[in-house]
């Protein structure tokens, strides 16, 4: 009899192990989706708080809110390229009857490069200023970035109503890329070639020459004097200390030139009146 049904047992362990498979799907997908849920739920509030916060730091202001900000009470905000920063907490320089009280409640960005603090001076528009001198207003927004507290934007030239940048603002940024690729261009040049030595005596006049230190530049070779121009025809020029066999000097020949009754390849040369 028991043989005749010896067959079930393996039967039996099938659906014991299949059911005890089946509660444990069971209870990981309950898992899982629990797991789910709460990752979700976790998600959200990462979200908005860091939407929060974003919409915390990112308030824009708009000029007539800003005025608000001139004194010790309500605090001193001054904006720069339509950046909003806290200087209360230098007060000394920025509160009333102090000198630079004038940028607080504004934006008076162009005033920071021209010093002129009259109404012509005090405004925002800085399309008067050169590659270099917007180059020297940002390197004063990376500065109070550093020192003051940024509390947002200001709606105007350079942000709109959303916090989103102006046209304006945009090309200030490409002013700004194309100075830093100058700034890389003419730090590549002075390393090609270097600053001359000079030297000026009332008896012998002045005197230029070349090492390999020359310039504050250390390098392998020492070099020749000669005249580096801005462009073939432009008057301007330095005392640039050239290495003859390099591929800089052939692609620079055209604005190189040599100073008169000075030996080709001397690394000293007296330096006459250039007419």
Same mark, same amino acid.
């Given at each position: 009899?028991?043989?005749?049904?010896?067959?079930?047992?393996? @039967?039996?362990? #099938?659906?014991?192990?299949?059911? $005890?498979?089946?509660?444990?799907?069971?209870?990981?997908?309950?898992?899982?989706?629990?797991?789910?849920?709460?990752?979700? +739920?976790?998600?959200? @509030?990462? =979200?908005?708080?860091? =939407?929060?916060?974003?919409?915390?730091?990112?308030?824009?202001?708009?000029?007539?809110?800003?005025?608000?900000?001139?004194?010790?009470?309500?605090? @001193?905000?001054?904006?720069?390229? *339509?950046?909003?920063?806290?200087?209360?907490?230098?007060?000394?320089?920025?509160?009333?009857?102090?000198?630079?009280?004038?940028?607080?409640?504004?934006?008076?960005?162009?005033?920071?490069?021209?010093? &002129?603090? $009259?109404?012509?001076?005090?405004?925002?528009?800085?399309?008067?200023?050169?590659?270099?001198? +917007?180059?020297?207003?940002? !390197?004063? +927004?990376?500065?109070?970035? /550093?020192?003051?507290?940024?509390? *947002?934007?200001?709606?105007? %030239?350079?942000?709109? &109503?959303?916090?989103?940048?102006?046209?304006?603002?945009?090309?200030?940024?490409?002013?700004?890329?194309?100075?830093?690729?100058?700034?890389?261009?003419?730090?590549?040049?002075?390393?090609?070639?270097?600053?001359?030595?000079?030297?000026? =005596?009332?008896?012998?006049?002045? +005197?230029?020459?070349?090492?390999? =230190?020359?310039?504050?530049?250390? %390098? !392998?070779?020492?070099?020749?004097? %000669?005249? @580096?121009?801005? #462009?073939? $025809? #432009?008057?301007?020029?330095?005392?640039?200390?050239?290495?003859?066999?390099?591929?800089?000097? &052939?692609?620079?020949? *055209?604005?190189?030139?040599?100073?008169?009754?000075?030996? /080709? #390849?001397?690394?000293?040369?007296?330096?006459?009146?250039?007419?």
């Amino acid at each position: 009899m028991l043989p005749k049904y010896v067959w079930l047992l393996p @039967l039996f362990a #099938s659906i014991l192990l299949y059911s $005890n498979d089946y509660f444990n799907g069971i209870k990981f997908n309950f898992l899982d989706k629990w797991l789910n849920i709460i990752k979700s +739920v976790y998600s959200s @509030l990462k =979200k908005s708080n860091i =939407k929060l916060n974003k919409d915390t730091n990112q308030k824009v202001f708009t000029s007539t809110e800003l005025k608000k900000y001139t004194n010790l009470k309500d605090g @001193l905000y001054i904006s720069i390229l *339509g950046q909003i920063f806290d200087v209360t907490k230098g007060a000394k320089h920025y509160g009333p009857g102090a000198t630079y009280h004038v940028f607080t409640g504004r934006d008076a960005s162009l005033a920071f490069i021209t010093g &002129e603090f $009259n109404d012509k001076g005090l405004t925002d528009d800085i399309s008067s200023l050169s590659i270099h001198q +917007v180059k020297a207003l940002n !390197d004063w +927004v990376q500065f109070y970035n /550093k020192n003051y507290i940024y509390k *947002g934007k200001l709606n105007g %030239r350079y942000y709109n &109503e959303d916090g989103s940048p102006t046209e304006e603002s945009h090309n200030v940024q490409k002013i700004l890329i194309n100075a830093k690729e100058k700034q890389f261009e003419e730090a590549h040049k002075k390393k090609m070639f270097p600053p001359c030595n000079v030297e000026w =005596k009332s008896d012998s006049g002045t +005197v230029v020459w070349c090492t390999k =230190k020359s310039g504050g530049i250390e %390098r !392998d070779w020492i070099g020749v004097p %000669r005249m @580096l121009f801005e #462009s073939p $025809n #432009s008057k301007e020029y330095r005392c640039a200390c050239t290495k003859l066999d390099s591929k800089e000097y &052939e692609e620079t020949k *055209g604005m190189l030139r040599e100073y008169s009754q000075c030996p /080709k #390849s001397s690394t000293k040369c007296a330096v006459k009146t250039e007419h």
